[in-house]
């Protein structure tokens, strides 16, 4: 066995929801990253907090033990184990946090917490400093439970300065897809049909909401009429026209988006754009950004690879890198939190 200390080896473990992932980031480069995704929400059309709990303490050890051996790293090379201590649903994240508190434990090591958002922002981070955002940038993190548009002008200092005050960018896209008869998570599928249709067929409501803040139930119902009005005329109105429909209503939503990122850009003078999470692997947001928004407002743009804007452990293993190089430990006294804010 190679015991190599002199690297900085940090194992990330993340179980906030109903992914459980393991990776390896040493001395900053990503090692291995591998996630099992849990198929059994599908039937119930989203994920059910204890069957979630229950999958992820099936999957953890072999998670672990083939992350540690795709990075070709032993035991006693790992320097510190980081994983997500919250946002999240509490089942899932006891068995990540308990599990990382056992590994620490036993191979004397430190043990960083790490908050679920903050790891979507320094997603932009985990292929090296040649391809992140400068400092200060703006980060639009979207995903199934947040909206928030996030100031950042260091690794850990980060400010919230606009989020929804009802559901999340993720959340309308799964809704959509949930009324459109689509399985869950629907936003991949959304996207999907997206690609095949016209953007400008339907027309859906903005929401008025003030500051940098952001409103998607509003949008979610008048979809659902839309939808309610049309199929009473025609039965088949979502057979024949899902691209389109998918199409107009992933235009709706990323201009919501995007008027609040352009209103916060102009308000900071910030030009440094990036974006993270779930709904940051949407082919029309991440198109737009790239082809339309980038000219138009000068923009720098930072989109992460679309591997690491999904739910992955990378993202928890790069903060725990930059916790590691700050000293930042957590004790074993440490617990999950379902609501974390930073
Ligand atoms: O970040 P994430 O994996 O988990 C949370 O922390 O919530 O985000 C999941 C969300 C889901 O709502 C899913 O439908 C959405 O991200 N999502 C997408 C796409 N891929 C995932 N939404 C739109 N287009 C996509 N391609
Ligand atoms: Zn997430």
Known sequence: MNNNKQKITILGIESSCDDTAAAVISDGKLLANIIARQDVHMKYGGVVPELASRA?????????????????????????IAFTRGPGLLGSLLV???????????????????????????????????????????????????TQIVLVEDYFKMKVIGETIDDAAGEAFDKVAKILGLPYPGGP?????????????????????????????????????????????????????????????????????????KRASQETGIKN????????????????????????HQWNIFIPKFEYCTDNAAMIAIVGYYKYLNQEFAGQDVTPLARYKY
Do not use: W
């Open 189 to 261: 599928l959304v996207d999907k049909h997206a690609q095949n249709g016209n953007p400008d067929k339907f027309k859906f409501p903005h929401p008025v909401i003030p500051e940098l803040n952001f409103s998607f139930s509003g949008l979610k119902t008048s979809f659902l009429y839309f939808i309610r009005d049309h199929v009473k005329e025609n039965p088949d109105f979502i057979a024949q026209n899902v691209d389109d429909i998918c199409a107009s209503i992933q235009k709706t939503i990323i201009d919501i988006l995007l008027s609040k990122l």
């Open 273 to 296: 754009i990036a974006i993270a999470g779930g709904v940051s692997a949407n082919s029309g947001l991440r198109k737009r950004l790239e082809e339309e928004e980038k000219t138009k």
């Open 96 to 146: 990540g946090t308990s599990f990382s508190k056992a590994m620490s434990m036993s191979l004397d090591i430190p043990l960083i917490e790490v908050n679920h958002m903050q790891g979507h922002v320094l997603s932009n981070f985990i292929d090296g400093k040649e391809s992140s955002p400068p400092f200060p940038f703006l980060c639009l993190t979207v995903s199934g439970g947040h």
């Open 56 to 80: 992820h303490q099936q999957n953890i050890i072999p998670v672990v033990s083939e992350t540690l051996k795709k990075a070709n790293v032993s035991l006693s090379e790992i320097s510190a």
